[in-house]
């Protein structure tokens, strides 16, 4: 039984008389392929060239340089939920452009970044403007698109994120082999520069009076715990999960979101809206959300070590091997999306996870005299699974929630997605590091054909995917237990 959210009465959605005309549908979608292209592959983009980064400030690949990474997925974590409330709050318009601009800006410091402190913290300034454009991008999608059509909207977008994906490893490596790894960075501004003029011709002006006040103290906990936890997930593995600073972080995060949940108790307009989770398909098409990307996001992670440390693979080649994935979903994603707007979406999630479950088993066959064809073939399956459920069950969750609250489910939607790309890195790591596979493929790189090391390093791999699986079964009965979407409710919204 779903309940019904009543809309909120404290917000007056008005237009400029002067605003321009309300843009085409093709339009909206434009300008966000161009903003969420650019972020996308600035993600994908880097992880091939962390080698290079380290070796040009003298680093080792590991704890250092991985803060590349990890700055930037730690500050989207930690602002998504406060950008996409207060997207509700002051309009898509100016968090979008805003987050263009931000995300510009701080690319071209990354290159020219002359120390790693002043790359990592311009990361984490272009983090920032990536948390902008992935709060409000669903939600600018769905506000375009009539609610018959939001599947279809829903999955062009998870195609252009699938594309940037299949850029980023094949454009990175050729870049950085090419010229330098800060051109990686130095690509963005172009695409910036077009996206931030083309949005401020074709959105229109919004005008959102609010009555109420911002949460400013919630959303700095919220930021805090958020960030101390991921914190904790992104370096557990590396430090030690019972190492003084593990547990400081820890604590530090638990007691920041214990204040938050006390702040959003007292607050009149709280950041996170907990009637929506009443509504049943909203709550278990979350869940489901998350445990997708526990499934799915690891593959990115192992792969890409068993490519490089058991087969002895370039970057170049890895990245080329790493594109059928991004690219079945980005064929199919649209096909889903579209699809779901026909059919519903509760039967296509549910198989999409199958799918991805079977997939990921075939995955954990791989071994270190399987072909190429037997390699890339078990990825077909397993993207074939995500971008059947990845649209539906987006469109589900963005259908479930009212129309003015569309801004904080779509910062709801994007906090799921990294949290769960994050757990899953981090169950991933902990799994390959507890069987020994972390120490046997580094060993590995210096006795390539020692088939103990071989061995060791493929019962890790097999491991980490199974837990995947695992995660992916579970994710399908979340995926059947929100029960049966109606067309016409989903149509009202």
Not at 99 to 108: D, E, H, K, M, P
Not at 141 to 152: D, I, M
Not at 455 to 482: D, E, K, N, P
Request: aromatic share 6%; proline share 5%.
């Amino acid at each position: 039984m779903s309940t019904r959210i009543a809309p909120e009465a404290d917000v007056d959605i008005a237009h400029d008389a002067s605003a321009p005309a309300t843009p085409s549908k093709w339009s909206v979608l434009a300008v966000v392929a161009l903003g969420v292209f650019m972020c996308v592959l600035d993600t994908s983009i880097v992880n091939v060239s962390l080698p290079p980064i380290a070796a040009y400030f003298h680093v080792a690949v590991g704890a250092q340089v991985e803060w590349v990474i990890v700055a930037y997925l730690i500050v989207i974590a930690a602002t998504l939920l406060t950008i996409g409330r207060l997207s509700d709050r002051i309009g898509r318009r100016p968090i979008w452009i805003t987050g263009l601009c931000v995300f510009t800006t701080a690319s071209a410091l990354c290159g020219v970044a002359p120390a790693l402190w002043m790359l990592i913290t311009a990361r984490v300034l272009q983090g920032v403007g990536g948390a902008m454009l992935m709060a409000v991008s669903p939600a600018m999608l769905t506000a375009a698109f009539p609610p018959e059509e939001r599947g279809r909207a829903l999955g062009l977008n998870s195609m252009i994120v699938a594309l940037g994906i299949t850029a980023g490893p094949t454009l990175g490596g050729l870049i950085t082999e090419q010229a330098s790894w800060r051109w990686i960075f130095y690509v963005n501004a172009p695409i910036g520069v077009v996206a931030v003029i083309a949005s401020a011709i074709v959105l229109p002006r919004e005008h959102q009076p609010s009555r109420v006040r911002f949460d400013i103290l919630g959303a700095i906990a919220l930021g805090l715990g958020l960030a101390a936890l991921t914190t904790v997930l992104s370096v557990g593995n590396a430090a030690g999960w019972g190492s003084p600073v593990v547990i400081a972080l820890g604590a530090l995060g638990a007691t920041a979101l214990v204040g938050f949940v006390a702040q959003e108790r007292r607050h009149e307009a709280p950041l996170i809206d907990h009637t929506l989770f009443r509504d049943r398909l909203f709550a278990w098409a979350t869940a489901s959300l998350v445990l997708s990307f526990l499934a799915a996001f690891a593959t990115s992670f192992v792969l890409p070590i068993y490519f490089q440390q058991l087969r002895g693979y370039s970057v170049l080649r890895t990245g080329v091997l790493l594109t059928p994935f991004p690219l079945v979903v980005a064929v199919v994603a649209p096909l889903s999306g579209r699809l779901a707007d026909r059919i519903g979406t509760r039967g296509l999630a549910s198989a999409g996870m199958t799918i991805l479950c079977v997939g990921l088993v075939l995955l954990a066959r791989l071994d270190a005299r399987t072909s190429l064809w037997g390699v890339i073939w078990p990825q077909l399956v397993t993207a074939l699974g995500m971008g059947m459920f990845q649209s539906p069950n987006n469109s589900a969750i963005m259908g479930a929630a009212p129309r003015n609250r569309q801004g904080v489910a779509a910062g709801m939607l994007a906090t799921g997605r990294t949290v769960g790309q994050s757990l899953s890195v981090a169950i991933a790591g902990a799994v390959l590091m507890s069987t020994g596979a972390v120490a046997a493929g580094r060993a590995l790189l210096g006795r390539p054909h020692d088939p103990a090391l071989a061995g060791t390093f493929v019962r890790g791999f097999r491991w980490s995917l199974w837990t995947c699986s695992a995660l992916a079964a579970i994710a399908i009965v979340t995926s059947l237990l929100r029960g049966r979407e109606s067309l016409e409710r989903a149509r009202r919204r």
